[in-house]
């Protein structure tokens, strides 16, 4: 039996708060499972396990605060939940009628299941909460299985038509009941819908009483701004970074993409900041100084490229999730990770696996009318490539005066780890990427 420990989730994380368990003692998890739900200082993260088995005992209960590395709960290889037993077959009082002596009656298959097919505890825990009937969900994973993307489409075919009114009561996940009592809000009524921690109203007059002089929220937002300025001094006052700035001719690449993109369907078109992104996951694989992290003294390259993401929050700060093997996914593939990386990030949804520590992070304002960022280094990261907007400008090309579509990159850099020179190789190695758009 292994130990389900607090994970590490950030450079600037020492503890973290058990907000919600998702799974109970006795049930059956599987790897990539999310079992908890964990809030640090910057936002609360939903958090997989990674082994395969039954839960022990819940060490440590929801509410309370415990460092990294702390067991959380015990998961062991147990025994499965039993099969479900077939249907027994019913004999008709008086006999067989209606079939010919001689021949035996064959069994008639039910119109409908008895039983949902199988589905993992945070599956079941997941449905619930989306108000999803299992029995009604066709499952696509191993043997029938229903898998939570199952759930989500149903779900989402489910809010497409309108419900009718139910009797009863609204239906409350215990977190958003929580944060309700504490921050002195009253649910919604509607019954039949799930509320969620994220559906509640931020305190503004819906509030039944005035929120507490220190409300969860507002300290929430404070510690992320501790969190961030104590990481951000520690960047400044420990590293010491050297900037180098390019501009880049995007004219191939806008066109390629207009091009592409008349292709698709609006909503899988590719933004240019998907080639931005690209671009500089291939240059993290050919200058791999720049690609790693700074410990104990000496620059440990990584084994692959886990591009970091800055998003700010529409209520105020950053995070930086993080997309594996940015370097080899295609250009409108890494459109959607990043889609769906902003979102979670915005939606307080963020996984564990999200924010796995990045070995280089991307910052683009460009979408803010920026014209150039000079970014400061993540530690224990060290660069960091900010992009500006990209913006038609004049620009000579063989002798000749035009206007272009151009975007500014600037590199900070470590210089413990590299040189000017290794800097300039990266970006130039970006410039020349972008070249040639159909290749990235």
């Known amino acids: 039996m292994g130990a389900f420990r607090m994970p590490s989730l950030g450079a600037d994380m020492d503890e973290g708060t058990v907000i919600e368990w998702l799974v109970k003692p006795g049930d059956q998890v599987h790897r990539g499972d999310i079992v908890a739900v964990v809030d640090t ?35 062991g290889a147990g025994p499965a939940p039993p099969p479900t037993p077939p249907t027994p077959l019913t004999t008709p009082p008086g006999g067989v009628t209606g ?40 499952g696509t994973g191993r043997g029938g299985a229903i898998t939570r993307a199952d759930v989500q489409r149903a779900a989402q075919s489910a809010a497409a038509v309108p419900a009718e009114p139910q009797p009863g009561r609204a239906r409350v996940s215990p ?28 305190g503004n007059g819906e509030a039944k009483a005035p929120p507490p002089p220190a409300a969860p929220a507002a300290r929430h937002d404070e510690s992320m701004r501790q969190a961030i300025a104590a990481l951000m001094a520690r960047s400044k006052r420990e590293i010491p970074h050297y900037y ?51 410990i104990d003294g000496a620059f440990r390259p990584a084994a692959e490229v886990r591009l970091g993401v800055a998003v700010a929050l529409r209520g105020g700060g950053l995070l930086t999730p993080a997309i594996s093997g940015a370097d080899t996914l295609t250009v409108p593939d890494l459109m959607t990770r990043l889609r769906e990386l902003v979102g979670r990030a915005r939606g307080a949804r963020l996984r564990a696996s999200d924010l796995a520590e990045p070995t280089i992070t991307v ?78």
């Open 175 to 202: 977190y958003a009941r929580r944060l309700a009592a504490e921050r002195g809000i009253g649910l919604p009524a509607t019954p039949g819908e799930l509320v969620r921690a994220r559906d509640l109203p931020g």
């Open 244 to 294: 180098l700035t390019a501009t880049i001719d995007l004219h191939t690449a806008i066109e390629w993409l207009t091009a592409y993109n008349r292709t698709v369907p609006v909503t899988a078109r590719v933004l240019p900041a998907a080639l931005l992104l690209k671009a500089a996951a291939r240059a993290a694989v050919r200058v791999p100084e720049l690609n790693g992290h700074w």
């Open 99 to 138: 079939v010919a002596a001689g021949k035996s009656a064959k069994p008639r298959r039910p119109a409908t299941p008895a039983h949902p097919p199988p589905a993992s505890p945070p599956v079941r825990t997941f449905a619930a909460q989306a108000g999803v009937d299992l029995a009604t969900v066709h």
């Open 363 to 440: 910052t683009n304002l460009g979408d803010l009318g920026v014209e150039s960022v000079h970014g400061v280094i993540y530690p224990p990261q060290v660069a960091l490539l900010g992009f500006g907007a990209v913006a038609e400008r004049p620009w000579a090309v063989d002798g000749l005066l035009g206007v272009r579509p151009l975007v500014t990159a600037t590199l900070s850099a470590d210089h413990r780890a590299s040189d000017g020179a290794v800097g300039a190789r990266f970006l130039h190695t970006i410039d020349t990427l972008l070249q040639t758009p159909e290749e990235l």
């Open 41 to 75: 200082a910057k936002s609360a993260v939903e958090v997989e396990c990674f082994e395969t088995g039954a839960v022990g005992e819940i060490l440590v209960p929801a509410g309370e605060k415990v460092p990294v590395g702390t067991p959380l709960a015990m998961i």
